[in-house]
């Protein structure tokens, strides 16, 4: 998934990107569009940093919490992997961490008991367990 959304920049500033897009048609104003252009890759590199330092720094919290709490040796790595993909089953940790399906269970009421992910009714029957935290930051 990208980090850098020029789209978002460009978005928010639809009226002056058109304008620099009509002037560069009409009058070939390489400058100014470039100028633009490189103030959005400016501002979005700056919200990507800021994303992934708060993405970074809850990985390191929520690693520590479960490490304190003297739980299973695979809750860092369930954490690990929720900050791949912030949506699990527990047939995917199960997989991904090579457990039984209780095992994989038990990590992930762990995680919800400690308020890191909540559950929600998946299209079948499996819960859908989300890191709700993870997907704010990105998606924000």
């Known amino acids: 998934m990208p980090l850098l959304y020029l789209s978002a920049y460009l978005e928010r500033c639809r009226d002056e ?13 390489w400058h100014a569009w470039t100028v633009f252009f490189l103030k959005g890759v400016t501002e979005q590199s700056r919200d990507a940093t ?11 919290e929520w690693r520590q919490r479960v490490t304190r709490a003297r739980a299973s040796a695979m809750l860092p790595k369930l954490v690990d992997l ?13 997989e991904a961490l090579k457990l039984s399906y209780q095992g994989a269970q038990n990590l992930l009421k762990r995680m919800a008991v400690q308020q890191m992910v909540v559950t929600r009714k998946n299209r079948g029957s499996a ?13 924000e």
């Open 17 to 29: 990107y058109t304008a620099h897009l009509q002037a560069l048609s009409e009058s070939g104003n």
């Open 50 to 60: 800021a994303r992934a330092k708060r993405l970074l720094d809850l990985q390191q």
């Open 82 to 94: 929720f900050f791949q993909s912030p949506y699990m089953t527990v047939a995917h940790v199960q």
């Open 127 to 139: 819960k859908l367990y989300i890191a709700e935290q993870i997907v704010q930051i990105v998606t």
